[in-house]
């Protein structure tokens, strides 16, 4: 807030005052600039065009720039003043030596460009370069072609990053993938803590740069040690606009602006380049304080900038899309092959010895490759061994020749643009203990075990602030039933290749009941849990995890009760359309209050169309000697 | 409300957050270039990287197309970088006699005929391959030494 108000103050600087130093300092360079009409100057400061070269965005009475490095202001009020900055620029354009690489035509050839286009021809002609000769050598190196939106989809079982994250490439005139540069925001730091980085992150404690690199790190970053498949979505920026992306990327090397993790993150950030890249675009503006990696990518879409997409399996995939081909005997002894030398000798053998075809050898040679390099990239084989093995198995892999491209089966799953939208609001009816009950509930963010899967993953949920309210009807009155600040669920099946933990974490505030009496009270909560789970049939997985659980609140006799459990349950997705989830759980609380609490836990949603479902959930419930049931029928909009 | 914030990120981190070190140093088969970047750091799509935008990584020019002589080429930065940084991903396209990785090694190259190309390396697997303990430079040579002659 004091930043907001100093904003202000400093965008009240009397205009005339700003007129007057540019009187005089144009005075002195040149007498032309004089002639150019204030107001016209004013106008050309509120084009949109200009606030997206300078990154304004709105404040409650001004404008303020995201961008925090004063080097890319030209004018001290820069970052609050589009107007005074304005001034600078063309000022700044009209001065100086243009063969010093830090003169502000070279800094600013996006600038540059747009002035040259919206000043008349008297003011151009002072300018003292016709254009920004460092960066249209860089321009014509680098010989820019296509360009793609890339969004990494989320780590195996690891709901937390479904944020994801996005980058744009800029391809060579090699017009190879691999090949493309990759323009990508990010914080700097080397912080390795995740609890500092996270708050930090929060809070802006860290600066945020573009950086770029060869495409081919980023797939081996994302797709080959995260394992998180990638979508590329091409744009259909013409030649223009993306020369128009490349002048302002030149303009942002090296400048800095706080990185906020919900709001000034990396995907926020792109879309600064596209709103440069096609005038008249405005996508920044549609987001202000909830940036989500895939809402901007829904947005980049419904603004007309995608042409098609293509989907990059990440090494899990192609591990899962090689085995499905193999009988399990020799999916078995190629998961040996990699543990020891000798394993490795021995599929060989039996590779040599046995009548398979050589579709089925270079199939089971093939998994034992990827299946080396995983296990290397996750740390369980040496370098010196991993190496050794590697190149054995290859060399017997050359004798085989290539494969057609339909070799491998090539299922594509829905593209994340397909899921759901991010926020839901219901509104429903039902019973909480015997007593009738409106229910109200609002998530703002993102995707829970119930909601459609389509371009999301059965079993993943990250949900942040999700709460629900009761009215009820008897006594008249509104009451929280339960608010949680954060949700996550992990549910990934074990199969022969891949065996990670299944687990879930979550707090917030819950109803519980009180001991003696039929009261209901707002306690805090913490749970997690830990355990496995599996695939029972295509579309279901069954899971069972350890517990542990606190509730806080001053109703209870110490305050506190901690303690801990088990819960089983099956998950189903049985067509697009319905999804159900059982689930048992049994707590024994043993630190503050005594107490068991066993739950019983239906859901059942139908997807009435792409933006609704409905939802019915049954509850039975024993805590404290008590038992009590809890209903509830709620329509859900995805907005 | 920073307070819920900083609670809500203190039990992401804690519950998210693990350190994943590999020892793999020097430039051969099996080196990574991203180390332990599995933890909550690359999540938040924050990733630190290497290369600020400047000159310097701007300068990783792709050459001119048709205007180079092969000699050149096989002596271009942007071979060795490749190939530097490809290893195992160009190894098994090599032993595969296709892929995503020979393709971009067949532009930088500018290999008339891909097919061709791609099977003498798939022939010579082992001669370009030779142990584990194979450089990038290595490769590139013997790579040059089956093409060129």
Same mark, same amino acid.
């Given at each position: 807030?004091?930043?907001?108000?100093?904003g202000?103050?400093?965008?009240?600087?009397p205009?005339?005052?700003?007129?007057?130093?540019?009187?005089?300092? &144009?005075?002195e360079?040149?007498?032309e600039?004089?002639?150019l009409p204030?107001?016209?100057?004013?106008v050309?400061?509120?084009?949109p065009?200009?606030? +997206?070269?300078l990154h304004?965005?709105?404040?409650w009475?001004s404008?303020?720039?995201?961008?925090?490095?004063?080097?890319f202001f030209?004018?001290?009020s820069?970052?609050?003043?589009p107007?005074t900055?304005?001034?600078h620029?063309?000022?700044?354009?009209?001065?100086g030596?243009?063969?010093?690489?830090?003169?502000?035509?070279?800094?600013?050839?996006?600038?540059?460009?747009?002035l040259q286009?919206?000043l008349?021809?008297?003011?151009?002609?002072?300018f003292?370069a016709?254009?920004?000769?460092p960066f249209?050598?860089?321009y014509?190196?680098i010989a820019?072609g296509?360009a793609s939106l890339?969004?990494?989809t989320?780590?195996m079982?690891?709901?937390?990053s479904l944020?994801?994250?996005?980058?744009i490439?800029i391809?060579?005139?090699?017009?190879q993938?691999?090949? &493309?540069?990759?323009?990508n925001y990010?914080a700097?730091?080397?912080?390795?803590?995740?609890v500092?980085?996270?708050?930090?992150?929060?809070?802006?404690?860290?600066?945020?740069?573009?950086s770029i690199?060869p495409?081919?790190q980023?797939?081996?970053?994302?797709?080959?040690?995260s394992?998180?498949?990638i979508?590329?979505?091409?744009?259909n920026?013409n030649?223009?606009?993306v020369y128009?992306?490349m002048r302002?990327?030149?303009?942002?090397?090296?400048?800095?602006?706080?990185?906020?993790?919900f709001?000034?993150?990396?995907?926020?950030n792109?879309l600064?380049?596209?709103?440069?890249?096609?005038?008249?675009?405005?996508?920044?503006?549609?987001?202000?304080?909830?940036v989500?990696?895939?809402?901007?990518i $829904?947005?980049i879409?419904?603004?007309?900038?995608?042409?098609?997409?293509?989907y990059?399996p990440?090494?899990?995939?192609?591990i899962?899309r090689?085995a499905?081909?193999?009988p399990?005997e020799?999916?078995?002894?190629s998961?040996?092959?990699?543990?020891?030398?000798?394993?490795?000798?021995a599929?060989l053998k039996?590779?040599?010895s046995?009548?398979? +075809?050589?579709?089925?050898?270079?199939?089971a040679l093939?998994?034992?490759?990827?299946?080396?390099?995983m296990h290397?990239?996750?740390?369980?084989i040496?370098k010196?061994?991993y &190496?050794?093995r590697?190149?054995?198995?290859l060399?017997q892999r050359?004798?085989?020749?290539t494969?057609?491209d339909?070799f491998?089966? $090539?299922s594509?799953p829905?593209?994340?643009?397909e899921?759901h939208?991010?926020?839901r609001f219901?509104?429903?009816?039902?019973?909480?203990d015997?007593?009738s009950?409106?229910?109200?509930?609002?998530?703002?963010?993102?995707?829970?075990?119930?909601?459609?899967?389509?371009?999301?993953?059965?079993?993943?949920?990250?949900?942040?602030l999700?709460g629900?309210?009761?009215y009820y009807?008897?006594?008249?009155?509104?009451e929280?039933r339960?608010?949680?600040?954060?949700?996550?669920?992990?549910?990934?099946?074990?199969?022969?290749?891949?065996?990670?933990?299944?687990w879930?974490?979550?707090t917030?505030?819950?109803?519980?009941?009180?001991?003696?009496?039929d009261?209901r009270?707002?306690?805090?909560?913490f749970?997690?849990?830990i355990?496995?789970?599996?695939?029972?049939?295509k579309?279901?997985?069954?899971?069972?995890l350890?517990?542990?659980?606190?509730?806080?609140?001053?109703?209870?006799?110490?305050?506190?009760?901690?303690g801990?459990g088990?819960?089983?349950?099956?998950?189903?997705?049985w067509?697009?359309?319905?999804?159900?989830?059982?689930?048992?759980?049994?707590?024994?609380y043993?630190l503050?209050?005594?107490?068991?609490?066993?739950?019983c836990?239906?859901?059942?949603?139908?997807?009435?169309?792409?933006?609704s479902?409905l939802k019915?959930?049954w509850?039975h419930s024993?805590?404290f000697?008590?038992s009590?049931n809890?209903?509830?029928?709620q329509f859900?909009l995805?907005? | 409300?920073?307070?819920?914030?900083?609670?809500?990120?203190?039990i992401?981190a804690?519950?998210?957050?693990?350190?994943?070190?590999?020892d793999?140093?020097?430039?051969?088969?099996?080196?990574?270039?991203?180390?332990?970047h599995?933890?909550?750091?690359?999540?938040?799509?924050a990733?630190?990287?290497?290369g600020?935008?400047?000159?310097?990584?701007?300068a990783?020019?792709?050459?001119?197309?048709?205007?180079? $002589?092969?000699d050149?080429?096989?002596?271009s930065k942007?071979?060795?970088d490749?190939?530097?940084?490809?290893?195992?991903?160009?190894?098994?396209d090599?032993?595969?006699?296709?892929?995503e990785?020979l393709?971009?090694?067949c532009?930088?190259l500018?290999?008339?005929?891909?097919?061709a190309?791609n099977a003498?390396?798939q022939?010579?697997?082992?001669?370009?391959?030779?142990?584990?303990t194979?450089?990038h430079?290595?490769?590139?040579?013997n790579?040059?030494?089956?093409i060129v002659?």
């Amino acid at each position: 807030m004091h930043v907001l108000r100093q904003g202000c103050r400093q965008c009240a600087t009397p205009f005339f005052l700003l007129l007057l130093s540019l009187q005089i300092d &144009a005075a002195e360079s040149s007498n032309e600039l004089q002639t150019l009409p204030v107001p016209a100057i004013k106008v050309l400061a509120e084009n949109p065009y200009w606030h +997206s070269l300078l990154h304004y965005k709105k404040t409650w009475l001004s404008c303020k720039s995201t961008i925090d490095d004063p080097d890319f202001f030209l004018s001290d009020s820069g970052q609050v003043d589009p107007v005074t900055e304005l001034i600078h620029t063309i000022q700044s354009f009209s001065n100086g030596d243009p063969t010093d690489p830090k003169h502000p035509i070279n800094r600013f050839p996006a600038r540059l460009h747009w002035l040259q286009q919206q000043l008349p021809k008297h003011i151009v002609a002072q300018f003292v370069a016709p254009q920004s000769a460092p960066f249209e050598a860089t321009y014509d190196a680098i010989a820019p072609g296509a360009a793609s939106l890339i969004f990494p989809t989320q780590y195996m079982n690891n709901p937390a990053s479904l944020f994801g994250h996005s980058l744009i490439n800029i391809e060579g005139q090699q017009n190879q993938k691999l090949l &493309a540069y990759s323009i990508n925001y990010s914080a700097i730091t080397n912080e390795t803590n995740g609890v500092v980085f996270a708050v930090k992150g929060i809070f802006g404690k860290y600066q945020g740069r573009f950086s770029i690199d060869p495409y081919y790190q980023k797939v081996q970053q994302y797709s080959d040690i995260s394992m998180r498949d990638i979508w590329e979505y091409r744009l259909n920026l013409n030649k223009e606009e993306v020369y128009n992306l490349m002048r302002h990327l030149w303009e942002l090397q090296e400048m800095y602006s706080y990185y906020y993790f919900f709001n000034e993150n990396c995907s926020y950030n792109l879309l600064f380049l596209l709103d440069v890249a096609r005038p008249g675009s405005q996508l920044v503006a549609q987001f202000n304080h909830w940036v989500i990696p895939i809402d901007t990518i $829904k947005a980049i879409r419904t603004d007309g900038f995608i042409a098609d997409e293509t989907y990059r399996p990440s090494r899990s995939t192609k591990i899962k899309r090689i085995a499905a081909t193999l009988p399990t005997e020799l999916q078995v002894q190629s998961m040996a092959a990699i543990e020891s030398d000798e394993a490795c000798i021995a599929l060989l053998k039996t590779l040599e010895s046995s009548k398979e +075809s050589n579709e089925t050898k270079i199939r089971a040679l093939d998994l034992a490759s990827e299946l080396l390099q995983m296990h290397h990239a996750d740390g369980t084989i040496r370098k010196d061994r991993y &190496a050794e093995r590697f190149l054995t198995i290859l060399k017997q892999r050359a004798k085989l020749g290539t494969v057609a491209d339909d070799f491998y089966p $090539k299922s594509i799953p829905s593209p994340p643009h397909e899921g759901h939208d991010s926020s839901r609001f219901g509104w429903g009816a039902g019973h909480y203990d015997g007593e009738s009950v409106i229910s109200l509930s609002l998530r703002p963010a993102y995707h829970d075990l119930m909601d459609p899967s389509t371009g999301y993953t059965l079993g993943s949920a990250i949900e942040f602030l999700n709460g629900t309210f009761y009215y009820y009807t008897d006594a008249q009155k509104w009451e929280l039933r339960h608010l949680d600040f954060v949700r996550i669920h992990s549910l990934s099946p074990i199969d022969t290749f891949f065996k990670s933990n299944s687990w879930h974490v979550s707090t917030g505030l819950t109803t519980i009941k009180d001991k003696d009496r039929d009261a209901r009270h707002t306690a805090f909560y913490f749970e997690s849990g830990i355990g496995l789970s599996l695939s029972v049939c295509k579309h279901s997985i069954a899971y069972a995890l350890a517990e542990s659980a606190a509730y806080l609140n001053r109703s209870l006799d110490s305050g506190h009760m901690i303690g801990g459990g088990a819960s089983i349950g099956l998950l189903s997705e049985w067509t697009p359309h319905w999804r159900s989830q059982l689930e048992l759980r049994h707590h024994e609380y043993f630190l503050g209050d005594y107490n068991h609490r066993t739950e019983c836990n239906l859901k059942l949603a139908y997807s009435l169309s792409e933006r609704s479902a409905l939802k019915l959930s049954w509850g039975h419930s024993r805590a404290f000697e008590q038992s009590w049931n809890e209903f509830n029928c709620q329509f859900q909009l995805f907005y | 409300m920073k307070k819920t914030i900083i609670a809500t990120s203190l039990i992401l981190a804690t519950s998210l957050a693990y350190a994943d070190k590999q020892d793999n140093v020097g430039i051969g088969l099996g080196t990574l270039i991203f180390e332990g970047h599995d933890g909550l750091v690359s999540q938040v799509c924050a990733a630190t990287s290497n290369g600020l935008l400047g000159n310097q990584t701007f300068a990783i020019t792709s050459g001119t197309l048709g205007a180079e $002589k092969p000699d050149k080429l096989w002596a271009s930065k942007q071979l060795n970088d490749f190939v530097e940084e490809n290893m195992d991903s160009l190894a098994q396209d090599v032993a595969q006699g296709q892929g995503e990785s020979l393709e971009a090694l067949c532009s930088i190259l500018q290999v008339d005929n891909p097919d061709a190309f791609n099977a003498s390396l798939q022939e010579n697997f082992d001669q370009i391959y030779t142990s584990g303990t194979v450089t990038h430079q290595d490769v590139i040579s013997n790579m040059k030494r089956i093409i060129v002659g």
